[in-house]
């Protein structure tokens, strides 16, 4: 194992998504989180405007990534939301074909999400050259955020397979701990499992980064 793999190995990270003020995002980040997501999906309870996510994006503290959510959004639109925003990376939970990816490539890093549910479902990642793949529970219907977990056994086959490996799907302070020690993942996302009545609870986010680290 070379001193980069050893460095990946031995902390997996925290992404805090759906982020919806810049007080949010400075508290999430003081609390200890990687990186924070900023959702452009209008169809997400959490979705905020360009504007909005440039006044989060600028107030968030060095060293945090800003990662914005798109689905089947036009290439060119997610190219100038990353320049303008400021984004350090793209996430991308619709069907977008490795071509449209492969584009993206050139302007960011991104990170192509994929719906699971059993082991079928990962036929076709390895089509895939992109920064991370984040594997999320599939519901008919749903992009993302469903809070729902997917089998983790399919989750260490996949990450025997496809690194840097993103855990996310129903993830929450008291089962987290039990994904990272299956899964060894690169990161953990989590939205849902940290809110109470729609709003990121700022008890819960220390209480699941505290999880992750232990």
Known sequence: MTGGEAMTAARTRVKVCGIRSPEEGRAVARLGADAVGLVFHPGSSRFVSPEQAYEISSRIPPFVARVGIFVDEDPETVAVLVHQVGLDAVQLHGSEPPAVCEVLSRETRVIKAFRIREKSDLAGIETYRVSAYLLDSRVEGLPGGTGRTFPWGVAV??????????????????????????????????????????????????????????
């Open 157 to 214: 086959e996949a990450a025997g397979r496809f690194r840097p490996l993103i855990l996310s799907g129903g993830l929450n302070p008291e089962n987290v701990g039990e994904a990272v020690r299956q899964v060894r993942p690169y990161a953990v996302d989590v939205s849902t499992g940290v809110e109470s009545g729609g709003r990121k609870d700022l008890a819960k986010v220390e209480a699941f980064i505290k999880a992750v680290r232990g």
